[in-house]
């Protein structure tokens, strides 16, 4: 039985050589992720600087939320940071939910973010409200039988935003992270 090893060590020595550097971008890509303190961007100081973080977002006019929303989803992406299973929430919960939620911690880039994206799931996947608005017949029943309890109601997804984050974020996937004056 050949194990990675073997198949890497009869490779040409150019394409050996390529894997190990892309084996090193990949692992000190997942070291800033688990260590986001350390290697992190603060968004939030880029978002104050532009005068685009809300003191309250509670007291925003419906305009307001929509290009502070914007300005915020169009910065996450640009630092590599996509935003998933944002449908559930309207703009303004989605906007509350970046300033409580996504922006207190650093955006945890690596060293090497091209060509790389990072994944925010706005509903985990074992959440009541998941299962509210996302899962699938076979996964709501699949919740009965684990947890011998009554599926919560199936909600109406209230946006489809998910499609064109994704397409944002993939937008900048391959480009250098944006640079800001002080």
């Known amino acids: 039985m050949l194990c990675a090893e073997d198949d890497a060590n009869r490779l040409p020595d150019e394409a ?20 986001a303190g350390k290697s992190g961007v603060d968004v939030r100081a880029i978002l ?7 003191d309250a977002v509670e007291e925003l006019s419906e305009r307001e939320v929509l290009r502070y929303l914007r300005f915020a989803v169009d910065m996450l992406a640009r630092h590599h940071l996509c935003l998933s299973s944002t449908n559930h929430l309207n ?8 300033v409580d939620k996504v922006l207190p911690e650093p955006v945890p880039i690596g060293p090497h973010p091209q060509g790389t994206l990072i994944y925010h799931d706005c509903c985990p996947g074992d959440t009541v409200e998941w299962y509210s608005y996302y899962a699938d017949e076979f996964e709501r029943n699949e919740f009965e039988s684990l947890w011998d309890e009554p599926v919560p109601e199936q909600k109406a997804l209230v946006s489809d935003r998910d499609k064109w984050i994704e397409l944002l974020a993939e937008s900048y996937r391959d480009e250098a992270l944006p640079t800001f004056e002080e």
């Open 16 to 35: 050996r050589d390529r894997l190990d550097e892309y084996l090193e971008k990949l692992i000190a890509n997942e070291q800033a992720f688990l260590n």
């Open 91 to 98: 703009d303004r919960d989605l906007l509350a939910f970046i």
């Open 48 to 54: 104050r600087r532009c005068s685009m973080l809300p």
